[in-house]
């Protein structure tokens, strides 16, 4: 576990930096000595009071709203005060400070657990203590997580919809189902004179059928939705002056990078953040690939393979001006068989999981007749933007993006590697329940192992240490 989760906490709870209004908040059992340290009463609760924040001298720190929120209803499902004040950092390490004071000074309240415990929380404490208290499962922990970091509007929708339930719901249905199963099987082994025909009667057959159905759809939504949290990194790669920085420019609708004729201008590689559909796209434009002479040319050009070979999707940029096609020129011979050498090269270095798209550019600049003639690929002009439409759609295409938005729920990989664990148990329990002669126990094993695996995802089967590398994660005072 993160840290000691019976500890009285305080935290920070806005992002750092100035703003209209700053929250500091504490969680705990048996807070009511800080409340009144802090407020100079006590609070009616869940009602939001206007009083000033005083400290051990009785002057005030500042003026704002003071919320409580008694155990169980409250965030964490314990006691719970919310400071609202102006938004000043000193303002709010003022009142962190005079929480942290109140807490360690005061003598307990008779019949009540001191707080000289009341420490500052670590990232993800408040959001963890929720999940102990049974307040939200894991599923729903890391969605708040997914909702806070959504880069998309579709993301952000999707990970609401994953904290409010609807992922947990989805995996809550398939555990009844398969419990249901476990016990037709279980309870054919406490009864082996019933054998093969006591499952066969119940259906188990079908029931199996129909969880692998449900499974197999959960398992689409919740692909759909690790795609969304963590978008697709695209690398654009090709020779110099093919037109990568011109294409980053062309996809994020700005001039992110520098354009020149010189080749080698890109030393480095360049990062931009846009979305198509939705789906967030780390589009990479990298150094060109080539035997450079220059020093700093060739560090860029070897960052530039390790960002190819982490890649999602690699965009292969064809420069059709210099390939001239249906031309004689050496200077096009030269470049076509440098193009078809490094299509070798990506072909030996990347992994197998890992989709090149050819894409021809300056399609404005070659005749119709030409532009048929060429292989398969995406044919564009990041001049014109001629072809963009047609890249957008090819590149969602490949990472296997095809869900309606409102049928995703916001997921992690663990979350689908759990999934495909779960269909990996029932495709073996399948097999037994299709044998001439089922050996039930290995069906029960079968089961009972998916069951696990889908207890994983909502936190019904998980270890601390996975906990643990979850919530500090998030930010402090969440």
């Not at 009616?44 to 209803?73: K, S, V």
């Not at 993800?124 to 307040?135: D, I, P, Q, S």
């Not at 050496?330 to 490094?342: F, K, S, T, V």
Request: charged letters at 20%.
């Amino acid at each position: 576990m993160l840290a000691r989760h019976h500890d009285p906490i305080v935290a920070i709870a806005t992002a750092p930096g100035r703003g209209a209004v700053g929250i500091v908040r504490v969680s705990g059992k048996n807070i009511a000595a800080v409340i009144e340290a802090v407020c100079g009463r006590p609070l009616a609760p869940r009602h939001a009071t206007y009083l000033p924040f005083i400290d051990a001298q009785g002057m005030a720190i500042d003026e704002g709203l003071a919320l409580h929120f008694p155990a169980p209803h409250s965030y964490t499902g314990e006691d719970v005060l919310e400071l609202q004040a102006h938004g000043g950092p000193v303002v709010l390490q003022l009142l962190l400070a005079r929480c942290l004071e109140a807490g360690a000074a005061l003598e307990p309240v008779t019949g009540q657990a001191a707080l000289a415990g009341l420490r500052v929380a670590q990232p993800g404490e408040f959001t963890e203590r929720a999940f102990l208290n049974n307040k939200i499962d894991l599923a729903q922990a890391e969605a708040i997580a997914d909702l806070i970091d959504a880069s998309t509007e579709i993301a952000a929708r999707s990970a609401a919809r994953s904290m409010s339930g609807e992922f947990s719901d989805a995996v809550n249905t398939l555990l009844e189902r398969l419990v249901h199963l476990r016990m037709l099987v279980e309870a054919t082994l406490d009864f082996p004179e019933e054998d093969i025909d006591f499952l066969q009667k119940a259906d188990a057959e079908g029931q199996l059928v129909r969880l692998r159905t449900t499974l197999a759809d959960v398992m689409r939504r919740a692909t759909q939705g690790a795609i969304l949290r963590e978008g697709i990194k695209v690398v654009i790669a090709g020779q110099p002056n093919a037109g990568k920085s011109s294409l980053l420019n062309a996809l994020a609708g700005a001039e992110l990078a520098i354009v020149t004729p010189i080749a080698g201008t890109t030393r480095d590689k360049v990062s931009q953040l846009i979305q198509i559909e939705g789906v967030p796209l780390h589009v990479v434009d990298t150094a060109g690939l080539r035997d450079a002479l220059d020093e700093v040319e060739k560090i860029g050009i070897e960052r530039a393979w390790a960002e190819i070979e982490s890649a999602d999707a690699v965009l292969f940029l064809h420069d059709l001006a210099r390939q001239a096609p249906g031309g004689d020129s050496q200077d096009a011979i030269n470049y076509i068989a440098a193009d078809a050498r490094l299509a070798k090269v990506l072909s030996q270095k990347l992994p197998k999981n890992v989709t090149v798209i050819d894409v021809w550019n300056k399609s404005d600049a070659v005749t119709a007749a030409a532009i048929e003639t060429l292989p398969a690929g995406v044919t564009i002009s990041a001049k014109t933007g001629a072809g963009l439409h047609d890249l957008r759609q090819k590149l969602l295409e490949v990472v296997g993006w095809q869900a309606a938005p409102e049928g995703v729920f916001m997921a992690r990989e663990r979350h689908v590697r759990a999934l495909e664990n779960v269909n990996a148990q029932l495709q073996k329990a399948a097999k037994q329940l299709h044998a001439a002669h089922p050996a039930l126990d290995l069906l029960a094993e079968d089961l009972r192992q998916a069951q696990r695996h889908l207890g994983e995802i909502t936190g019904q089967f998980t270890a601390d240490d996975l906990l643990g590398e979850i919530f500090s994660r998030f930010c402090i005072g969440k």
